[in-house]
């Protein structure tokens, strides 16, 4: 067997090589030496960071869509994705600033677009006067610019102190979307497969960012994120189903 392995294709060879690594590739592919156990750890998380990256890239295409093809943002929470997608851009910068490896945070910088766009659309499809809905997309639109040029000359100091920022910023971007569920009994255009990606999607990133970053903030925003995706998981499970109409108030809490 080693025979086929040590004489793969180059662009094979090369693109194991760039993802795990000369060493581990030699011992784990070439060798099929499959008793190192730092390189199975290393490799692991290497494979688990590229697939959550790609898996980033679509991540919150579902609920994009579903909001478009329903034309209705009925029992999306507008503050959890003002909070959420400025607790991603933060930590988007944070990683970069840092060096760390891509593949520890790369999704981050597709998800947080799309949720960008999903926050306009729930702005947009709200069911509020047209003047007032133009003025908040207008609102919107400069505090998003506003808050990239920010985080473009934020100093280091300032940044770390935003990074763990987004420690109570995950948690209360999650609340106000929890609590709205739970007082309508129903997820409304929540999307499952969005919910059950980040939950798939953090419990890969404890493991990555453990093995790759051992950054303590990263660790424990990760681990917040988790806990509160399970409870959103858990009520997309106790109200399947449950399409009841939401007041008004409830798209823009």
Same mark, same amino acid.
């Given at each position: 067997m080693t025979a086929i392995t040590q004489n793969l294709p180059w662009f094979i060879k090369d693109l194991g090589v760039s993802i795990i690594g000369q060493k581990c590739y030699t011992t784990l592919?070439? #060798? /099929?030496?499959? =008793?190192?156990? !730092?390189c199975l750890k290393y490799s692991l998380s290497k494979g688990l960071g590229v697939g +959550?990256? &790609?898996?980033?890239? +679509?991540?919150?295409? !579902?609920q994009v869509l579903l909001i478009l093809n329903g034309s209705s943002a009925r029992g999306l929470s507008l503050s959890s994705y003002v909070l959420e997608t400025l607790a991603y851009a933060i930590t988007l910068v944070y990683n970069i600033r840092n060096a760390f490896p @891509?593949?520890?945070?790369?999704?981050? /910088? @597709? *998800? =947080?677009?799309q949720n960008a766009l999903i926050t306009f /659309? +729930? *702005?947009y499809y709200s069911p509020l006067p047209q003047k007032t809905r133009s003025q908040r997309l207008l609102i919107a639109t400069a505090a998003s610019l506003a808050t990239i040029y920010a985080l473009s000359i934020i100093p280091g100091k300032a940044l770390s102190l935003a990074q763990l920022a987004t420690l109570p910023l995950g948690l209360t971007s999650k609340l106000p979307q929890i609590r709205q569920n739970a007082r309508a009994q129903s997820t409304g255009q929540l999307s499952a497969v969005a919910v059950l990606s980040q939950i798939l999607g953090c419990l890969a990133r404890v493991f990555t960012t453990a093995q790759e970053v051992g950054d303590p903030l990263v660790q424990a925003g990760f681990l917040l994120a988790l806990g509160l #995706? &399970?409870?959103?998981g858990a009520q997309m499970y106790m109200y399947w189903g449950d399409n009841a109409e939401l007041h008004e108030k409830d798209f823009t809490v």
């Open positions: 592919v070439e #060798n /099929l030496n499959v =008793t190192d156990v !730092p +959550i990256v &790609v898996g980033g890239s +679509i991540m919150k295409v !579902p @891509f593949s520890t945070y790369g999704e981050n /910088l @597709f *998800i =947080t677009p /659309l +729930i *702005i #995706n &399970v409870v959103l």
